[in-house]
C-alpha cells in the first residue's frame, strides 16, 4: 500500500530554534515529493523535489530528498512565531500526474 | 493571476441531505483534484478531472461524485450525507505537473 508517514506529528520549540521535518515514503512509481504549509485553511506551496541530494532553499527554509532512503526532510532555522502551521508532505505516484498521497502533516507551534 | 476559489466557503447540512460544492481553477489550468481533510485522516486524494474527464479516484464510496465542465470549472458532489462526512473539502488546480495549488476550502458539518 502506497503511503507516506511524517515525524513527529506535533512540535513545540522557540523561537530562533532550528528545527527538522521528517517525511519518508513508499510508493510504486515516485515522481516527486512536494512539501506544503498550511496555517489556516488552503496549503501553500513550499517545494518540489524530484532528485536526489539536490538542496531546495527559499529563505531559513530548505529541503532535500534522498530517493534510496525514501525520505526528505524540511529544515526551518531561526524560526518564528509566523513558521507556526501544519508542515505536509505529499508524494505524486502512479497513475497520472497530480495524483498526490498526502502524509498527516506535522504540527509545528513556535512560542516567543 | 486568481487563485483557486471555492464556494461556498462554509455549509451546514443534516443527514441524509446531498451537497454540491464548487471549484474554480486558476486561469489556464485544466487539472482538477479534489480532497477532503479531517484531523484523524488527513488530507485524503478523492478524485482529479482533467479535459471533463474523470482521470483518477480515491478510495471513496460512491456517494462522493464530481464533475468538471468546459471551462475546468469543477463540482463535487456527496449524497445521502452521513455525520463522518464532515470535513474540510480541498480543491486544488495544476497546469499539469505534480505541484497543485490549493483553494481556501468548504468547511461541511452534517448535523
Known amino acids: 500500500e502506497d503511503k507516506v508517514v511524517q515525524s513527529p506529528l506535533s512540535l513545540v520549540v522557540h523561537e530562533g530554534d532550528t528545527v527538522t521535518l521528517n517525511c519518508s515514503y513508499e510508493?510504486?512509481?515516485?515522481?516527486?515529493l512536494l512539501w506544503y504549509k498550511q496555517e489556516k485553511k488552503a496549503p501553500t506551496f513550499l517545494f518540489m523535489l524530484?532528485?536526489?541530494?539536490i538542496e531546495k532553499k527559499s529563505g531559513r527554509l530548505s529541503s532535500i530528498l534522498d530517493k534510496k532512503e525514501l525520505f526528505s526532510i524540511l529544515n526551518i532555522t531561526a524560526t518564528q512565531t509566523g513558521d507556526s502551521a501544519v508542515y505536509l508532505c505529499?508524494?505524486?505516484?502512479?497513475?497520472?500526474?497530480?495524483?498526490?498521497?498526502f502524509g498527516k502533516g506535522t504540527k509545528l507551534s513556535v512560542k516567543p | 493571476k486568481a487563485g483557486v476559489t471555492q464556494t461556498p466557503r462554509y455549509l451546514i447540512k443534516t443527514r441524509g441531505q446531498q451537497v454540491t460544492l464548487s471549484c474554480s481553477p486558476i486561469?489556464?489550468?485544466?487539472?482538477v483534484s479534489w480532497y477532503q481533510q479531517t484531523p484523524g485522516q488527513g488530507l485524503q486524494f478523492l478524485f482529479e478531472y482533467f479535459s471533463e474527464t474523470q482521470r483518477n479516484k480515491g478510495n471513496f464510496p460512491g456517494r462522493f461524485s464530481g464533475r468538471q465542465f468546459s471551462n475546468s470549472r469543477s463540482e463535487m458532489n456527496v449524497s445521502t450525507l452521513e455525520l463522518g462526512d464532515s470535513a474540510l473539502y480541498l480543491c486544488?488546480?495544476?497546469?499539469?505537473?505534480?505541484?497543485?495549488?490549493f483553494g481556501p476550502g468548504t468547511r461541511l458539518t452534517v448535523l
Open positions: 524530484t532528485s536526489s541530494g
Open positions: 486544488a488546480s495544476s497546469h499539469g505537473s505534480s505541484q497543485q495549488y
Open positions: 486561469s489556464g489550468h485544466r487539472s
Open positions: 505529499a508524494v505524486d505516484y502512479g497513475g497520472s500526474q497530480g495524483n498526490l498521497i
Open positions: 510508493v510504486t512509481n515516485f515522481r516527486s
